[in-house]
C-alpha cells in the first residue's frame, strides 16, 4: 500500500484524517505559545481521555529532638486529582480554490487560524468558565469567587498597592503567586503605575527578557478570550492549575453545511452549497482542572452603579 504523502496528495481528495504530524506540531506549538493557560498552567501527559495522579498538598514535618529521645514521625498529605480531556472543534470556512491545494500546504496556511481558533476558546473555558465543558468549578476565575480573592481597581492611592495587596491575599492561603496575566488593553495602565518612591512597577520585555510587574512574569491574553467584566489581571499560583492534550488533531471537510454559528451580512447562517465553499472542521481533545481554590486572585472592576 502507498504511503500518503500529504505533498502530493490534493485537499479535495483527502476530506476526512490527522493533520499531518509536522503541521500538526506546528499548530500545537503554536497553540501552547499564544494560549496564556498552556504558558502558566503546568502540564500533565495524557495517554486516556481521564488522567488520576496524586500531587503535594502538604509536606511531611519535621521536630526538633533532644538527646536520645525518638524521632517523631509524620506523613506528607497526597491528595488525588483526575483530569478529563474534552473535545474541542473549530470550523473554518474557506473558498473553494483552497481544495486544489496539497494536504500541506493547505494546513499550512490554516495553521495560524486554527491554532488562534483552539487557544482563544480553551482560554475563555480555563480562565473564566465561559462556554466551558469542565465541570463546576473548575476554572480559575470559580476559584477565585469561591475563595474571594479579589481586588477593586482603585481601593487603594494607586495601582501599585492594588497589586500588592492583590498578591497578598494569594500569599494568605500559603501560596506563592508566579504571575499575572492580562491584556494589551491593560498595558497603558501597567507602564504608568509607580511604586511610593516613584519607581515603574512594570517592566517592558528587554533583551529577550519577559515583562514582569512585582518581579513577576507578565503573559498577555488574546482579547476574545478575556472577558473584561469580570477582571482587569489574575494572578495565582500557577502550579494549582494543570492541563493536558490527548492524541493528534484530526480534520473532516464539508461543501454543503449549514453553519449556524457564523451568520453573513444578513445576520443569517452561512449555506455553503450556496456561496460555493467548504468548511474545515478541526478537533482536538484537553484537559483542564484546578487544585487549590485559594491559589488564585483577580484585580477587578469597580461595580457600575
Keep these: 500500500m502507498p504511503t500518503f504523502n500529504p ?4 485537499m479535495q481528495d483527502a476530506r476526512t484524517g490527522e493533520i499531518p504530524a509536522e503541521q500538526g506540531t506546528l499548530v500545537m506549538k ?8 498552556a504558558q502558566l ?7 486516556a481521555p481521564k488522567k488520576e495522579f496524586t500531587y503535594l498538598a502538604d509536606g511531611p514535618g519535621a521536630y526538633w529532638v533532644g538527646e536520645g529521645e525518638r524521632i517523631e514521625t509524620s506523613k506528607a498529605t497526597w491528595m488525588s486529582a483526575e483530569m478529563e480531556a474534552k473535545k474541542l472543534g473549530v470550523i473554518l470556512p474557506v473558498t473553494k480554490e483552497f481544495l486544489n491545494y496539497t494536504v500541506s500546504d493547505f494546513f499550512n496556511q490554516m495553521r495560524p487560524a486554527i491554532a488562534e481558533a483552539f487557544y482563544t476558546k480553551f482560554d ?15 476554572s480559575v476565575w470559580e476559584n477565585i469567587n469561591t475563595s474571594g480573592n479579589t481586588v477593586e481597581l482603585g481601593t487603594n492611592a494607586n495601582l501599585y498597592l492594588d497589586l500588592n495587596d492583590l498578591a497578598g491575599l494569594i500569599e494568605d492561603g500559603d501560596n506563592d503567586p508566579n504571575g499575572f496575566t492580562t491584556t494589551r488593553r491593560f498595558r497603558k495602565n501597567l507602564r504608568g503605575a509607580v511604586d511610593a518612591q516613584n519607581n515603574p512597577i512594570f517592566n517592558e520585555t528587554t533583551q529577550g527578557e519577559p515583562p ?9 491574553v488574546d482579547g476574545k478570550a478575556w472577558d473584561y467584566d469580570k477582571a482587569h489581571i489574575l ?19 464539508s461543501e454543503d453545511a449549514t453553519i449556524t454559528t457564523i451568520t453573513d451580512e444578513n445576520g443569517d447562517p452561512v449555506n455553503l452549497f450556496e456561496r460555493d465553499m467548504f468548511a474545515l472542521r478541526a478537533t482536538m481533545h484537553i484537559g483542564f482542572m484546578t487544585l487549590k ?7 477587578i472592576p469597580v461595580p457600575e452603579v
Design 212 to 220: 514582569n510587574l512585582l518581579g513577576l512574569s507578565v503573559g498577555y
Design 124 to 138: 475563555q473555558a480555563a480562565l473564566f468558565g465561559n462556554e466551558s465543558p469542565y465541570a463546576a468549578g473548575t
Design 235 to 253: 494572578t495565582g499560583d500557577w502550579q494549582y492549575a494543570r492541563y493536558g492534550i490527548l492524541q493528534d488533531i484530526e480534520y473532516a471537510i
Design 41 to 47: 498552567a503546568q502540564y500533565e501527559e495524557m495517554n
Design 293 to 299: 481554590e485559594d491559589a488564585f486572585g483577580a484585580l
Design 30 to 37: 503554536e497553540f501552547m505559545t499564544n494560549s496564556v493557560t
Design 7 to 10: 505533498d502530493n496528495v490534493l
